[in-house]
């Protein structure tokens, strides 16, 4: 791929600007950004109040302020940081996993037509099969500690990235290839200067399936099989009714999923520049 | 006929081109042609919509491979591509959406490993010569099919090959911008100084522009006819008014006008008619 452009294409910028005079540092909240805010705002108070007027027993659903407090409460824990820790860290792996041979897979059977004809029938028949059905086994064989996390976690996120792959390199423009060839580029070349470039949208997609997969297979895991962890931390505190510390923990799991999503968004925008109209 | 005098540089000698169908049907696309191609000499391919014409075009350029028969070029035999002799332009541009202009412009010659100051000198005279250089830095898909197509022109002649193959490459035009584009490369290719194949549909397109007019029948692909066209290049915009482009152009119309009907009607029933393009 080229590095060396020097301008970046005008039409991708979708500037949402009314405001005259100087420029302001910062850009003002949009409509929609406004129209999200004032949701959540409604949403958290309408629950607070709820919870506080004793419409709902707090033994199920905690107040937002008490959701608060538990998190401020927890992140003092020096257990439960070691457990996200622990589940980051086993997801990165199994991500990790999961990406490399999603993808080696994914472009083999997507070049070659063997390959295809091969395994393509088997990985989309796993694909559908529900994997939840197979975690009698991962336990039978792997145990309940990280190792058989780390491989469920690696197993759901392979499928998705292998069969997403595949499709992307499949649909590579075979005239590009064509012209390609007709101006003397070799295999390496080809592979280099069109089947990556071209396939490059379909595997970043394909990536962020698989970092979805990875993360659900892992926490999965954690909830069917945990000693420690925060599958243990979130049994134990449903059990003794502390749903504070419940909401707590999923609202930081889920922070850390969309932080990782918008992660995601953010680097796959810079890599496809090229695509104009995306805004 | 300027310098169609010296001696053969592409030749086609008893070129047949048989494939099988999904259904296993074999589809004689190319039945023994044998064709000439002079140095700088501008030579059309015309002929019904699946006469093989540019299954042939192909061929010559190394790109696919005969059933059997021979090409030859410059004395050598063709057996796959030669991007420093031939280069190709193809209907659909082709040029790669990713890549800015003159980083398409540039491809071919990354791809022969040339050096960067060179790769992009190159890239700008050529893409002045197509008048697009302004849009260097543009993508792709900022630009009119039209200006694509100069685009994928400039990118073949930045590769400075002798003999230029082009597949339709004013076909997805409409008929204005289509004409003028005719006149542009007639006026580029007068600098250049290019041997050119060139595959259309369109019978002016073909008078104005050619040296020679290859009329090909309908499948299997044949040479019906070789028409010569008489008039000093380059062709200025007059030509296609003038009573010579007229009898030409009926005459060109006479002959392929059967071949056409015989296509059609062969393909409505169904006999051979696999749907696709030669």
Sequence with gaps: MSTDQTAPPVTGIAVHDRGAGSAPRRRPLSGT??????????????????????LISSTFAAAPSEIA??????AGNAGVRAAFVGAIGMFLVSFAIAAVTGVLAGVAMGLSKIVYRVFHPVVLGLFSTPKMIFIPIF?????????????YGAVSGFFPVAVTVTAGVRMVDRRLLLAARSMGASRLQALRGVVVPGSLPAVM??????????????????LFASQEGIGHYIGLYTSTFRTDRVFALVLGLAIFAILLGSLWRWQEKRLSRWRGSHG | MAETTSAATLTATDVTMAYQTQRGHTVLA??????????GEFVSLIGPSGCGKSTLLYILGGLRRQSSGEIVLDGQRVTGPTPRKVGFVFQDYTLFPWRTIISNVEVGLEFRGIGKRERRERAEH?????????????????????????????????????????????????????????????????????????VTHSLSEAVFLSDRVVVMSARPGRIKEILTV????????????SRSFT????????????????????????????????
Excluded: C
């Design chain 1, 205 to 222: 997609a394909a990536l962020w399936y698989g970092m979805k997969h990875a993360l659900l297979g892992v926490l999965i895991m954690e």
């Design chain 2, 126 to 198: 050529n893409l002045d010569l197509v008048g697009l250089g302004a849009f260097a830095n543009a993508y792709p898909s900022e630009l009119s099919g039209g200006m694509q197509q100069r685009v994928a022109i400039a990118r073949a002649l930045s590769m400075d090959p002798e003999i230029l193959l082009m597949d339709e490459p004013f076909g997805a035009l409409d008929e204005q911008t289509r004409t003028v584009l005719g006149e542009e490369l007639a006026r580029i290719l007068e600098k250049t100084g290019k041997t050119i194949v060139f």
């Design chain 1, 33 to 54: 950004r406004l129209g999200v805010i004032a949701v959540l705002v409604v949403w958290l108070g309408a629950w607070e109040l709820t919870v506080r007027l004793g």
């Design chain 2, 230 to 241: 008489d008039e000093p290049r380059p062709r200025q915009p007059d030509f296609s008014t």
């Design chain 1, 69 to 74: 407090v538990a998190m401020v409460d927890l």
């Design chain 2, 247 to 278: 009898d030409l152009r009926n005459g060109l119309f006479e002959l392929l006008h059967e071949e056409v009907r015989a296509a059609t009607l062969a393909e409505m029933s169904g006999a051979g008619g696999d749907g696709r393009r030669g």
């Design chain 2, 30 to 39: 190319l039945d023994r042609v044998s064709l000439d191609v002079r140095r």
């Design chain 1, 139 to 151: 336990i039978l064989v792997a145990g309940f500690g990280v190792v058989s996390k780390i491989s």
